[in-house]
Nanobody
Framework: QVQLVESGGGLVQAGGSLRLSCAAS????????VAWFRQAPGKEREFLAR????????YYADSVKGRFTISRDNAKNTVYLQMNSLKPEDTAVYYC???????????????WGQGTQVTVSS
């Protein structure tokens, strides 16, 4: 069982930066792949980035590639999402998710956090 808690969201001006954290419980967290998603009002949940259990492999959605960076510190049971050059369209609730095996669809990720709000003002 893994419990995830996101933090670091807030209000930022366009062009600014935020770093989100996803803190996990459980001794085996270092064996899980982790991903970040976001969901804006009235829209479907959108995949942003994922990182392998070891941290050696990352993958990004085109919409955030070059602006967002996912990383993890397994010693701290934490995954991060560094977000730079933020735009108003990045406004959403941001979620982290973990899974033993990388799923092929959003719904198949095993564990989810409660989300953290990110608001980017123009």
């Amino acid at each position: 069982q893994v419990q995830l808690v996101e933090s670091g969201g807030g209000l930022v001006q366009a062009g600014g930066s935020l770093r989100l954290s996803c803190a996990a419980s459980g001794r085996t967290f270092s064996r899980y792949a982790v991903a970040w998603f976001r969901q804006a009002p009235g829209k479907e949940r959108e995949f942003l980035a994922r990182i392998s259990a070891s941290g050696l492999t990352t993958y990004y959605a085109d919409s955030v590639k070059g602006r967002f960076t996912i990383s993890r510190d397994n010693a701290k049971n934490t995954v991060y999402l560094q977000m730079n050059s933020l735009k108003p369209e990045d406004t959403a609730v941001y979620y982290c998710a973990a899974s033993w095996v990388v799923p092929t669809s959003t719904q198949e990720w095993s564990y989810w956090g409660q989300g953290t709000q990110v608001t980017v003002s123009s």
